[in-house]
């Protein structure tokens, strides 16, 4: 049971010491405890990993710069991360993203600061004590606000300017990937067009997802997906035209 009378159980389906919202949803250390119907929406890890590959070699800078070539890399920003392989979930880093890519994600942490620096230095029977009392310390997370945590390789006044960016240009392109953009074009590419393991899909996340409320520019972002399906008269909206 936590502070506010909840268990675990109810409140989220995925649960670590620490959550992540940037680069991506992920736990640190790829340690978790997660509910089995949220595991089974899932793709299967081995296909995650294939066709994450394969949108990071659209998606990815070439080089230092943007390709001349007009092709989806075009369509983003990439300020505030650096080129590496696991800010894109190449190769073995596509297996700590899987558990935060689905739309339905709602994920809890034990950890009452974003340092999880001061976990890692606890001494071995402080740090059980910790554990012991992880079911009375679970919280929603993230549960610190984006632009106040101190998040690892975070360059807030850089992303606070992409941001801006969009705010001032009618959220046009190039989007951000590291921000809410990115991230729902991520679950659209794995789970907006298909049905994974036969549980049916996925894509756009509840009404009541807490990502609309925690990023920036969350709202017209759910507006965005909102018309898309508000004018669609078939099955399958496309909401690929809102990127």
């Known amino acids: 049971i936590n502070a506010n009378g ?4 109810s409140i989220c389906n995925v649960c670590g010491l620490q959550v992540y919202p940037l680069w991506a949803i992920f736990v640190p250390g790829n340690m978790y405890a997660a509910h089995c119907s949220y595991i089974s929406k899932l793709l299967p890890i081995q296909d995650y990993t294939e066709q994450m590959q394969q ?11 943007l390709p001349r070539e007009r092709d989806i890399s075009e369509f983003w920003s990439h300020v505030g991360y650096t080129n590496r392989d ?3 979930a190449v ?4 297996n700590e993203h899987w558990i935060g890519s689905h739309p339905e ?14 976990f890692s230095q606890l001494a071995p029977q402080d740090a059980e004590k910790v554990i012991a ?3 009375s310390l679970v919280q929603p997370a993230p549960r610190v606000p984006l632009f106040e945590g101190k998040w690892y ?5 850089l992303l606070k300017g992409e941001v801006a960016w969009a705010q001032e240009h009618n ?22 067009n298909h049905q994974s393991n036969g549980t049916g899909c996925c894509f756009p996340p509840p009404p009541d997802s807490w990502i609309w409320d925690y990023y920036p520019n969350g709202q017209v972002w759910r507006e965005r997906i909102n018309h898309v399906t508000a004018i669609s008269d078939v099955a399958a909206p496309n909401y690929s035209v809102i990127w």
């Open 55 to 65: 949108l990071a070699r659209q998606v990815r800078p070439k080089g230092r710069r």
């Open 91 to 94: 190769g073995r880093y596509s």
């Open 133 to 135: 009392l992880a079911d």
């Open 105 to 118: 994600i709602r994920a809890c942490d034990i950890t009452p600061s974003n340092h999880t620096g001061l």
């Open 86 to 88: 696991d800010h894109y």
């Open 153 to 157: 390789r975070f360059r807030r006044n």
């Open 171 to 192: 959220h046009s392109r190039p989007h951000s990937y590291f921000l809410l953009p990115g991230i729902l074009y991520r679950m659209h590419y794995f789970y907006g």
């Open 6 to 9: 909840h268990t675990a159980d």
